[in-house]
């Protein structure tokens, strides 16, 4: 009985230094990874411009991004990315939540997708 007594402190008092000594180590940070930029399949609904030079686009996306057909607002910065674009288009587009708002970062025409068919 006493040599399992003295088995289970010494256990406890290795487990013990164990976690002090894993509290007083520095800790690690990850490093940051490159987001990998995700393309999202969409139609264009609408494009339009506000005052003060302001450009949007209104996407309207397809159910598999785990959303039932949903039309989002995004904000155009960069006025080149609509040159090819009109309503109607099949679009594949990157965005970002910035000052707010969804920014859009990249768009491109796509062929439509079919339905009952993979689309890449």
């Known amino acids: 009985m006493n040599r399992l007594r003295t ?3 010494c256990t406890f008092a290795i487990i013990a230094m164990a976690g002090a000594s ?3 180590a520095a ?3 990850p490093e940051p990874q490159a987001a990998a930029t995700v393309f999202t399949r969409a139609r264009v609904a609408s494009l339009h411009e506000e005052a003060g030079n302001r450009s949007y686009i209104r996407l309207k996306l397809l159910p598999r991004s785990k959303l039932p057909f949903t039309t989002q ?3 155009v910065r960069d006025r080149s990315l609509l040159t090819d674009l009109s309503e109607g288009a099949w679009v594949k587009f990157a965005s970002r ?6 920014v859009l970062t990249a768009i491109h025409v796509v062929p439509a997708c079919v339905r009952f068919q993979p689309c890449d």
Do not use: V, Y
Request: hydrophobic fraction near 35%.
């Open 7 to 9: 088995a289970a402190t």
């Open 22 to 24: 894993a509290e007083t």
């Open 27 to 29: 800790p690690t940070t």
């Open 73 to 75: 607002i995004f904000r």
């Open 97 to 102: 939540h910035m000052d707010g708002e969804n």
